[in-house]
């Protein structure tokens, strides 16, 4: 029997993993400069650390975990997202203690069973930067110019930072009184989705893609900019002046509230029209409750997450994923004491950080020459028993289609100094 895949997933093969270790080092290089440090946590964690860290009518919780119950008869659920178990660890070996401000990173598996489409998979991987610890707008400038500074660093150019600031829970009560009662007389004309969020989360309405709600929230809902504190407005004001003096162009999205109940004041999602209508390359915001809702001290906190295959169908659309220049050196055997001493050039070559492969299938030097080609070699070195006995080898340069006979004594030397001048 043949088993395939199960639906929503994707297998990252050979010939294509360079893409995705090229922007795993590249979300690596910005951590290291921005000083964030890695953190990893467990695929699966409690039920209950989503369903109160994220919101229990977020469509995340009600509609798309992967949930179930271990031996113990305890609900785990895979996870959907990484805040809320970033967290959990922060909480649980009291990363406070280390340092004032926490600052993490991941790069990651998570899972969501959501109908599958072009960049949303129902397992898919993320990245992620969360500074915890500090209640300042600098904080929330930083992780939405470090955002926008990968995505541009990566070659992306026509990115829109979208960003609104959604108050705190206080604030935000009065509001929701609001919103409901200016929508109530349209409520029978929202889909039936919002008809339920209506009751239980009037919030995530703003979160609905479909066209009619939206325009019933442009002609009814008051904003909620306008009814936030003095000291929140004071605080988005802040951080919009940092992005000012960093140089990032932004628009004020009124209706820009994220899909997860722990966000507070800053919100924030940066867009590329390479994606069609799910055209969020990143998002996040402030988050200062969830510390203290997982059972932790009062502690303000500020992150980011982005989807690593919507990236990657933007840097493909963009014509901006690297081709891959490989320094592969092929060994070529001919004969027993050939492959011996091929075997054996080999190590010493990886000992000098030469990357090289040597056949082990005994094929023919035509055969092995054809391999050579398909794994784009850039040398490869032909070894023969009449060489051996001269202590010689042939060296060719693939792209310039150039072979010359060396010394063995001088191989090595001459492969380092090709590799080092490209």
């Known amino acids: 029997?043949?088993?395939?895949?199960?639906?929503?997933?994707?297998?990252i093969l050979p010939h294509e993993s360079y893409k995705w270790?090229?922007?795993?080092?590249?979300?690596?290089?910005?951590?290291?400069?921005?000083?964030?440090?890695?953190?990893?946590?467990p695929?699966?964690?409690?039920?209950?650390?989503?369903?109160?860290?994220?919101?229990?009518?977020?469509?995340?919780v009600s509609k798309e975990m992967y949930t179930f119950l271990d031996k113990s008869k305890t609900?785990?659920?895979?996870?959907?997202?990484?805040?809320?178990?970033?967290?959990?660890?922060?909480i649980q070996n009291?990363?406070?203690?280390?340092?004032?401000?926490?600052?993490?990173?991941?790069?990651?598996a998570l899972f969501r069973q959501e109908?599958?489409?072009?960049?949303?998979?129902?397992?898919?991987?993320?990245?992620?930067?969360?500074?915890?610890?500090?209640?300042?707008?600098?904080?929330?400038a930083e992780?939405?110019?470090?955002?926008?500074?990968?995505?541009?660093?990566?070659?992306?150019?026509?990115?829109?930072?979208?960003?609104?600031?959604?108050?705190?829970?206080?604030?935000?009560?009065?509001?929701?009184?609001?919103?409901?009662?200016?929508?109530?007389?349209?409520?029978?004309?929202?889909?039936?989705?919002?008809?339920?969020?209506?009751?239980?989360?009037?919030?995530?309405?703003?979160?609905?893609?479909?066209?009619?709600?939206?325009?019933l929230l442009d002609e009814h809902a008051p904003r909620i900019i306008d009814h936030i504190s003095d000291e929140d407005k004071e605080h988005f004001s802040l951080v919009l002046k940092l992005l000012d003096i960093a140089g990032v162009s932004y628009q004020i999205d009124h209706k820009l509230v994220r899909g997860l109940d722990y966000y507070t004041r800053t919100t924030f999602e940066i867009t590329s029209p390479l994606l069609g209508s799910q055209d969020a390359l990143c998002g996040g915001g402030r988050y200062d409750y969830l510390v203290e809702d997982l059972g932790g001290k009062p502690t303000p906190?500020?992150?980011?997450?982005?989807?690593?295959?919507?990236?990657?169908?933007?840097?493909?659309?963009?014509?901006k994923i690297p081709v891959t220049d490989s320094n592969l050196v092929y060994i070529v055997s001919i004969g027993e004491k050939a492959r011996e001493y091929g075997f054996r050039l080999s190590w010493e070559l990886r000992d000098q950080n030469i990357p090289c492969e040597f056949d082990t299938l005994r094929r023919s030097p035509k055969a092995q020459m054809r391999d050579a080609g398909r794994k784009k070699a850039k040398y490869v070195v032909i070894v023969g028993e009449d060489e051996l006995k001269r202590n010689k080898v042939i060296l060719r340069d693939m792209s310039k289609s150039y072979q010359e006979e060396i010394g063995l004594n001088l191989l090595i030397p001459t492969l380092k100094q090709k590799i080092s001048s490209v």
């Open 94 to 108: 009291n990363l406070e203690q280390m340092s004032a401000v926490m600052r993490v990173y991941y790069i990651d």
């Open 143 to 215: 992780i939405i110019v470090l955002s926008y500074t990968i995505l541009k660093s990566l070659g992306l150019d026509d990115l829109s930072v979208k960003i609104n600031s959604i108050g705190n829970r206080r604030t935000r009560k009065a509001y929701l009184e609001l919103l409901r009662e200016n929508i109530a007389p349209c409520k029978n004309d929202l889909c039936p989705t919002c008809q339920t969020r209506f009751s239980r989360n009037v919030l995530r309405i703003f979160d609905c893609k479909n066209q009619k709600c939206q325009e």
């Open 301 to 319: 906190a500020v992150g980011v997450a982005g989807g690593i295959e919507r990236l990657l169908i933007a840097l493909e659309e963009a014509g």
């Open 1 to 11: 029997m043949k088993y395939s895949r199960v639906k929503g997933t994707r297998d």
């Open 75 to 90: 609900s785990i659920t895979l996870k959907p997202e990484m805040t809320a178990p970033v967290i959990r660890a922060y």
């Open 115 to 140: 109908k599958p489409q072009k960049g949303r998979l129902r397992q898919f991987h993320q990245y992620g930067f969360e500074i915890i610890g500090t209640p300042y707008p600098e904080a929330d």
């Open 43 to 60: 695929a699966f964690e409690v039920t209950e650390l989503f369903v109160r860290g994220i919101g229990n009518e977020t469509d995340i």
């Open 21 to 41: 270790l090229y922007i795993g080092d590249k979300i690596r290089e910005f951590a290291l400069l921005n000083n964030f440090s890695y953190i990893k946590t």
